[in-house]
């Protein structure tokens, strides 16, 4: 079976298996919107953003990268160094733990840099009541983008309703001013794993699917990555991260379908050098 076969029959199953599950009585679940899983089924095999090799400059990559500090170590003098380079440097965003949130959005209020923050990280095995609650205090601090760890257990469970009701928990928190990716963390995954991720949060109403925190085992692959875009469609983000920290890497991303970056070597990247070490989230 080809990999393009083994995804169509992966989301086909997440599809049907969701479907059936909604059709059961239950005060606790959320009906998947028909709309959305036409979508899905209509998505299936379509692939890839992104140019071909050499048409990103590294200078370009700047509006796709969240700049990254997540160490939980880091002192307010990382998180101002943070917000004054992604000021400087156009990035996307800045992503920080939810603690540093009011502070990156009173450095960045009058900037077009959004800040992002994580939810139920690194594991993601919160419960979604907890994960709701990370989700709304959030975008009260404001936060416009919301990174969460997917229920990493109950996905390999095939647990199908747990993990759709869970990123639905936080996606309908953000509305309608934060966006979320939903990290699969996909070292811990399969392939099948990973295509059942992909299925269940664009059938959830995600925006974006993320390979990885950072803190897990390995972090993004070009062949990941290329996968995600295949199950997911043109019409949804897919953001890398983890291990990217330099212009080569960053584009060989883009161009397998990735129209995000997660990265905190983001400044080596724009000027398009190699960072010895430092690991991005």
Known sequence: MTREELITRITEEVVRALAERETQPSRERRQVPADGLVDLCRDL??????????????PGLAAMIDHTVLKPDAPREDIERLCKQARENGFASVCVQPWWVPLCADLLGDTRVKVCTVIGFPHGMNKSETKAFEARRAVLDGA????????????????????????????????PRAQVKVILENAYLTDEEKAEGCALAKAAGADYVKTSTGFGPSGATVEDVALMRRVV???????????????????????????????????????????PDGWSS
């Open 233 to 275: 469609g043109p019409d949804m983000g897919v953001k890398a991260a983890g291990g990217i920290r330099d212009a080569e890497v960053a584009r060989r991303m883009v161009e397998a379908g990735a129209t995000r970056l997660g990265a905190s070597a983001s400044i080596e990247i724009v000027q398009g050098d190699v960072s």
């Open 45 to 58: 095999g379509i692939c890839r953003l992104g140019g071909g090799p050499g048409e990103t400059p590294a």
């Open 144 to 175: 416009t983008e919301l990174d969460m760890v997917i229920n990493i257990g109950a996905l390999k469970s095939k647990d199908y309703g747990t993990v759709e009701r869970d990123i639905r928990a936080v996606v309908e928190c953000g509305k």
